[in-house]
């Protein structure tokens, strides 16, 4: 409200600001004419003014026919056409031009205004003189300044778009800032999902397995009791953060950074926690990806974790395959006795159930399949992958526009984007026990990729809008300057033609003295101009004269915007008849 209040304001400060200049243009032009009327010639155009100019914000068409209805009025005043208010035409028109964003309308409204000035000349009569100024000087004042303001008017839009889209692009850096810390929160998820919570379930596992020994007293049993429940409360609430930490719609579990335990590690620590584990691996092992390696671990991790907490006394059978051209992960739990646990597969009732979800899409990243279900010898789990990572389609509903580097998996590149575009993640961000070597991994994969490239469809979208409106406003610029050259071809020729014609035809005052009526043509001929004058007035022409004479006319004086007394020579065959003086204004 307030904002409105002082936009009014200053449009009326700047309102009056503009009444006040035009009318002193139309006070200097009043007092410059001496014998013209106070009412016509001052007053009212100064109402016309003040009702033209808060107009031209709401209705700069109108506004533009109003003050050329004062121009008008110079056509029809008997002793000169031109007047003051052909300024206050060129500022209105020049307003017209910055106001109104489309051309058709303002064209037609200058057309109209240049067909009734030209009309006006026509009903008139008026005076070649006054047809000139019709021609040119009305017509320039009018499209000349509009070319103008058409102008500043794409100066300005260019400049607003500029800081339009300088503040969208840094709104999506902020966006793309924030999309990271997400992104970064799923991560850590992610690592306490597969990490924590295997570690827990193993100790778990163990302290269950304490609660067994012989050598124990009941309080000892009572207390790993106690111990264990407090364990599987812990796994609880690591999954209620990990629910929070996480962010389901766009979480990318593709970029698995590596740790620097391998799948021996995992197993053999297993195998010492008391896990009934064997395992066996077949086939040359051939130089796997870090990607490729960290997937192995991450379902390897990730099945002994569930088989643990849901099928606990079962046997659990590992099996790596390594073929040609892909590795072969097997793990299969036994089935658990009738009424004990839900196998691995159906997960706790209550439980957010994230681990296999996000070990599809991570396998999917890398490129490779996952099956998991019941089958014969208990519930398997099985993950196919490539010996090189490589771009898979993701699950689900892709970001439009991935930009992926030649040569790198999609996975390092993080999740996309609000525009489409995929983030750079950031090394240093990651943080924790045995993430220095992810670090690098990750510095060392996306080190070649262009910076620019984390801006992504930004680019491409604003210099297609810039250079939509750099178009525009190149486009008016060249009108601006080529509509006058066009208009100068147009009327340059006329003018100097008209202006030609009316300097040839002037008979000075101190010749039109030295002729002497009854003597003949060829004697007076060295006084006599070039040629006549064309244009007389219509008054002039009906004057009386001596019958059977032939009459001519000569401008007593140079100037062009003004009326010049005529010399009228009335001619008997080759013999001057008479000689007399047709006043400039009319009777």
């Known amino acids: 409200m307030l904002n409105t209040r002082t936009t009014s304001a200053r449009s009326a400060r700047g309102d009056a600001a503009l009444w006040t200049v035009l009318a002193a243009a139309t006070g200097y032009g009043f007092r410059d004419a001496g014998s013209a009327s106070l009412t016509l010639d001052l007053v009212l155009p100064l109402v016309v003014l003040a009702v033209a100019v808060p107009w031209s914000r709401r209705r700069p068409g109108a506004a533009v026919a109003l003050v050329n209805g004062l121009c008008v009025m110079g056509l029809a005043d008997a002793s000169t056409p031109g007047n003051a208010h052909v300024l206050s035409l060129a500022a209105l028109s020049c307003l017209l031009g910055a106001r109104v964003a489309e051309a058709r309308r303002p064209l037609l409204v200058l057309a109209g205004c240049a067909a009734v000035d030209l009309a006006t000349c026509a009903v008139l009569r008026a005076q070649p003189v006054w047809w000139f100024y019709a021609l040119t000087v009305l017509p320039a004042a009018l499209l000349l300044p509009w070319l103008a303001g058409r102008h500043w008017r794409g100066r300005r839009q260019l400049v607003r778009e500029g800081w339009r889209l300088a503040r969208g692009l840094e709104e999506r850096q902020h966006l793309v800032a924030e999309r990271a810390r997400l992104t970064e929160r799923a991560e850590i998820a992610a690592d306490m999902h597969d990490s924590l919570g295997h570690a827990l379930s193993l100790v778990a596992l163990r302290a269950g397995a304490l609660e067994l020994s012989p050598d124990l007293t009941d309080r000892d049993r009572a207390d790993l009791a106690d111990l264990r429940g407090t364990i599987a409360d812990a796994v609880e609430q690591v999954r209620e953060t990990v629910a929070v ?25 297993a195998v010492a926690s008391g896990v009934p584990v064997r395992w066996e691996r077949r086939g040359a092992s051939p130089p796997l990806s870090c990607l490729v390696e960290r997937g192995m671990y991450r379902v390897v991790q990730e099945a002994l974790t569930n088989a643990t907490k849901h099928a606990p006394d079962c046997s659990i059978s590992v099996r790596i395959t390594h073929e040609p051209d892909r590795t072969r992960v097997s793990v299969v739990n036994a089935v658990p006795s009738a009424g004990g646990p839900a196998h691995a597969g159906a997960g706790p009732a209550s439980g957010v ?11 999917t990243v890398l490129g490779g399949s996952l099956r998991t279900g019941s089958g014969s010898g208990g519930f398997h789990v099985t993950a196919v992958l490539p010996h090189r990572a490589t771009t898979a389609a993701r699950t689900g509903t892709p970001a439009p526009g991935p930009v992926t580097a030649p040569g790198r998996p999609a996975g390092i590149l993080g999740p996309a984007s609000p525009s489409g575009t995929a983030r750079r993640p950031d090394p240093g961000m990651v943080s924790g026990p045995g993430m220095a070597s992810d670090s690098r991994m990750a510095s060392d994969l996306i080190g070649a990729m262009d910076p620019e490239t984390a801006l992504g469809e930004i680019l491409p979208e604003s210099a297609e809008r810039l250079a939509s409106v750099r178009s525009d406003a190149r486009r008016r610029s060249a009108l601006a300057l080529v509509a006058p050259v066009v208009a100068a071809v147009f009327f340059v020729p006329s003018a100097v033609y008209l202006a030609w014609q009316l300097t040839t035809s002037v008979l000075p005052p101190s010749r039109f003295d030295e002729l002497t009526t009854g003597r003949p043509r060829t004697e007076l001929a060295p006084l006599l101009p070039a040629r006549a004058y064309p244009y007389p007035s219509g008054h002039a022409l009906s004057a009386p004269r001596p019958p059977g004479a032939r009459c001519e006319f000569y401008r007593s004086g140079r100037d062009l915007l003004h009326e010049v007394d005529l010399y009228r020579l009335c001619w008997s065959g080759d013999t001057l008849l008479t000689k007399d003086t047709v006043p400039a204004g009319r009777p």
Do not use: F, H, K, M
């Open 245 to 269: 930490l996480q962010d389901p719609p766009d979480r990318d579990t593709g970029a698995g950074l590596p740790v620097n335990d391998t799948v021996e590690d995992l197993l053999s620590r």
């Open 353 to 363: 159930g994230r681990g296999l979800i996000g070990l599809q899409e991570r396998v």
